[in-house]
């Protein structure tokens, strides 16, 4: 199984700030892995698949890079609806989602 | 705009049975695989199933296999997840999505609390 580790498990930033949120996978995935966003009492919504496109309707600060197996999601200057839960996934082998990071005002 | 509602989660005890349902609309639902994923009580997501347009391909995480049945009714645009066998561990929340591109998942729905417990 591929695990996926995100760091750090909480980031505290300010609107305006930039955001840099990373996941790191236990083997070479390419680039199978995309981004969600979780806010509370919302689903889970795909912000970046592939590893650095968006998907539509995505603002663009938001970005992803990487590739192999550390990766990284840029949000350029936050807003209040940014903050949330984020949380990587890979399709190399099966489906698995990393353990998620909180990105708190 | 593409909807996903889920339906049918509640209270059981380990051993028992429970369905879930999900009713989706605002995409051509007979075009499209379509998954199951949890997310238990502080842990990461959990792919459990996918199941593909016509229901003649199912795949499921080995935690649900002999278990779990996935199932899609074209006519409903529903699709439904058949969970016999309850463990506490099949605690969650369970989420139904639209697969697209081979394995991402978009738009997701709001998710059906399962608790198992005695």
């Known amino acids: 199984e591929i695990v996926l580790t995100q760091s750090p498990a909480t980031l505290s930033l300010s609107p305006g700030d930039r955001a840099t949120l990373s996941c790191r996978a236990s083997?070479?995935?390419?680039?199978?892995l995309a981004w969600y966003q979780h806010r509370t009492g919302q689903p889970p919504r795909l912000l970046i698949y592939?590893?650095?496109n968006r998907a539509p309707g995505i603002p663009a600060r938001f970005s992803g890079s990487g590739s192999g197996t550390d990766f990284t999601l840029t949000i350029s200057s936050l807003e209040s609806e940014d903050f949330a839960v984020y949380y990587c996934?890979?399709?190399?082998?099966?489906?698995?989602f990393g353990q998620g990071t909180r990105l708190e005002i | 705009e593409a909807q996903l509602v889920e339906s049918g989660g509640g209270l059981v005890q380990p051993g028992e049975s429970l369905r879930l349902s999900c009713s989706v609309s605002?995409?051509?639902?007979?075009?499209?695989?379509m998954s199951w994923i949890r997310q238990a009580p502080g842990k990461r997501p959990e792919w459990v199933a996918n199941?593909?347009?016509?229901?003649?391909?199912?795949y499921y995480v080995d935690s649900v296999k002999g278990r779990f049945t996935i199932f899609r009714d074209n006519a409903r645009n529903s699709v439904d997840l058949q969970m016999d066998s309850l463990r506490v561990e099949d605690t969650a929340t369970y989420y139904c999505a639209k697969r697209w591109s081979l394995n991402w998942f978009d738009p997701w729905g709001k998710g059906t609390l399962v608790i198992v417990s005695s």
């Open positions: 083997q070479s995935i390419n680039t199978n």
């Open positions: 996934q890979q399709r190399q082998i099966w489906i698995t």
């Open positions: 592939q590893t650095s």
């Open positions: 199941i593909n347009q016509d229901g003649s391909e199912k």
């Open positions: 605002g995409f051509p639902f007979s075009s499209y695989w």
